[in-house]
């Protein structure tokens, strides 16, 4: 029993320590050049253009919520011990970049492989959106998002003040999941 619980003890260390790694490596939430926030601008609305090609019900969330997060890649990966990071922009109700964003994920338990996907997070609330911006968000391990596809925003609801969607995933991963997702957010008027 000892030896288990020193098993588990040392895979929430490793899991802790690639979490860190991750966050202290790749974690800056605004890209840190003029080019590269260009082209994470240019990625963001590519990918937002290509979800609302894919599917044009998502025009209700964009009509109706009080702002929204757009990440376009999340790179995910783990063998027991796992890691996913991504960076993306902020938007308003009326589409205007209020800033900047980034997600990071660590996990422990069974999974094995690497994908990439985009991940847009609507946000019902005033009060959704500021915890977002605070830095009081993150999903919980229970949390769903839908897979983004023709007709899937048409059926799909808010949860918790927020909805979220998934598009393009790639790769192989035998866990999918979104939650024990924790975000950071840097307001554009502190870039530019």
Same mark, same amino acid.
């Given at each position: 029993?000892?030896?288990? +619980?020193? #098993?588990?003890? &040392?895979?929430?260390?490793?899991? @802790?320590?690639?979490? %860190?790694?991750?966050?202290? @490596?790749?974690?800056?939430? @605004?890209?840190? @050049? +003029?080019?590269?926030? +260009?082209?994470?601008?240019?990625?963001?609305? %590519?990918?937002?253009? =290509?979800?609302?090609?894919?599917?044009?019900?998502? %025009?209700?969330?964009?009509?109706?919520?009080?702002?929204?997060?757009?990440?376009?890649?999340?790179?995910?990966?783990?063998?027991?011990?796992?890691?996913?990071?991504?960076?993306?922009? !902020?938007?308003?109700?009326?589409?205007?970049?209020? /800033?900047?964003?980034?997600?990071?994920?660590?996990?422990?338990?069974?999974?094995?492989?690497?994908?990439?996907?985009?991940?847009?997070?609507?946000?019902?609330?005033?009060?959704?959106?500021?915890? *977002?911006? #605070? /830095?009081? *968000?993150?999903?919980?391990?229970?949390? &769903?998002?839908?897979?983004?596809?023709?007709?899937?925003?048409?059926?799909?609801?808010?949860?918790?003040?927020?909805?979220? *969607? !998934?598009? =393009?995933?790639? #790769?192989?991963?035998?866990?999918?999941?979104? /939650? #024990?997702?924790?975000?950071?957010?840097?307001?554009?008027?502190? !870039?530019?």
């Amino acid at each position: 029993m000892q030896t288990l +619980a020193r #098993g588990i003890l &040392s895979l929430s260390l490793v899991a @802790t320590a690639l979490v %860190s790694t991750l966050t202290l @490596t790749a974690c800056n939430t @605004t890209p840190q @050049t +003029a080019e590269d926030r +260009a082209a994470l601008t240019s990625r963001t609305a %590519s990918f937002v253009g =290509n979800a609302k090609s894919l599917d044009p019900s998502l %025009s209700k969330f964009f009509d109706n919520c009080v702002g929204y997060a757009a990440i376009p890649s999340i790179a995910k990966g783990g063998f027991i011990v796992g890691g996913a990071y991504g960076k993306g922009e !902020v938007f308003d109700k009326s589409g205007t970049r209020v /800033g900047f964003c980034d997600v990071s994920q660590g996990s422990i338990g069974a999974q094995i492989g690497a994908q990439t996907f985009g991940e847009i997070i609507f946000f019902e609330t005033k009060e959704a959106m500021t915890a *977002f911006k #605070g /830095g009081k *968000f993150a999903l919980a391990a229970q949390a &769903s998002a839908v897979a983004l596809q023709a007709g899937a925003g048409a059926a799909a609801k808010y949860q918790g003040g927020v909805a979220i *969607f !998934v598009m =393009n995933p790639e #790769g192989l991963m035998l866990e999918a999941s979104v /939650g #024990g997702q924790q975000f950071g957010y840097q307001s554009i008027a502190d !870039v530019e």
